[in-house]
């Protein structure tokens, strides 16, 4: 989860909402990203989403079955789907989204029993200091 906090801290200094995100394969860091929502003006440029396309392309695959993905948030519903189309071992996430998170908080769709690939989940660690960045980022910005 460390190498998803640094990602998420280098979110938080470029403006982008501090999302890190490091994929893991066989011990050792395959990918790592943070969300460039702003950056590439892409609402979809997602820390996840970045880290599942560089592990991919790195590896030349398109199943990354025994891969773990950390990332410091819950997933949305896009970063979800892309975590089971490319068939993702295993993901540990930080802190929930009661807003929009589809690992457990709004709904839970790398669990659902009717895909053909459900995901290992585990919740919550590290969740109080993934939370305090997230919560610090949106105070700072809300601050008059």
Known sequence: MEAALEQARAAASSGEVPVGAALFRDGAVVARAHNETVARRD?????????????????????????????????????????????????????YDPKAGMVGSVGDLLRHRSLNHQVEVIGGLREEECGALLRGFFEERRAP
């Open 43 to 95: 609402p979809t440029a997602h820390a996840e989403l970045l880290a599942v396309q560089g592990a991919l392309a790195l590896l030349h695959t398109d199943r990354l079955t025994d891969c773990t993905v950390y990332v410091t948030l819950e997933p949305c519903a896009q970063c979800a789907g892309a975590i089971v189309l490319a068939k993702v071992g295993r993901l540990v996430f930080g802190a």
